[in-house]
Each structure stands twice: as structure tokens, then as C-alpha cells.
Nanobody, 124 residues
């Protein structure tokens, strides 16, 4: 098991910024990919950004240029810096990890560890 704990969610006005953190208990080196997903009621979980052990990243088109995923391996922590937030970004944000190699997938089904989620609310 690789418990994941998210923090940093909250409420912000449109155009504002929020930084989410995901801390993985255990060895970061045992995880190939850590990603951020988001979900709103009635919709499927959507992949937002993913980073691999070496720092390579992939972003969903909807957040490119606004969100940045980064990591501090010494702290076993991955961050999601979200800028220029819009009301459409309102969702529960989940951190996910995958212990198998492969591509930088943004498909929820390819991840085997999940955090509990943190709410981000963007008001206009």
C-alpha cells in the first residue's frame, strides 16, 4: 500500500490560484507515476496532470498553460499549482499513483492508489 494524502484545497475566486499537495507514505521510488484527477458529481473522473519519477509531465488540454505539476522527491510530495482558475475547475481533486511502468496516462483505470480527495471551489 502507498497511502496518499492530499491537502491545499479550498475556495477561491475566479482568476485566483491554489496549490494542492499530495504526500505519499512509503518510497517515492516504488511509484512510477503520480497524477491529479478531478471529479464533479455526475461526471467521470478526469485526468488533469501526471508526472513520472524523472519529472516528465503530461497535461490535459483543459489545463495546459494554467496548471503546473511538480515534485519534491526528498519530501515524497507532488504539487499541483493551479493558476487562472475558472468556475469549470470546481471539483474534488484526487491524487493517484501507479506502481507499474508504461506511459504517462491520464486514464483513471490505470492507477492503483488513490487519495481521499480535496475540494476546490472557484466562485465567479
Amino acid at each position: 500500500q502507498v497511502p496518499l494524502v492530499e491537502s491545499g484545497g479550498g475556495s477561491v475566486q475566479s482568476g485566483g490560484s491554489v496549490r494542492l499537495s499530495c504526500t505519499a507514505s512509503g518510497l517515492r521510488q516504488s511509484i512510477y507515476y503520480i497524477a491529479w484527477f478531478r471529479q464533479v458529481p455526475g461526471k467521470e473522473r478526469e485526468g488533469v496532470a501526471v508526472i513520472n519519477l524523472y519529472g516528465s509531465t503530461t497535461y490535459a488540454d483543459s489545463v495546459k498553460g494554467r496548471f503546473t505539476i511538480s515534485q519534491d522527491n526528498a519530501k515524497n510530495t507532488v504539487y499541483l499549482q493551479m493558476n487562472s482558475l475558472k468556475s469549470d475547475d470546481t471539483a474534488i481533486y484526487y491524487c493517484a499513483a501507479r506502481s507499474a511502468p508504461g506511459s504517462r496516462s491520464l486514464l483513471a483505470g490505470t492507477y492503483n492508489y488513490w487519495g481521499q480527495g480535496t475540494q476546490v471551489t472557484v466562485s465567479s
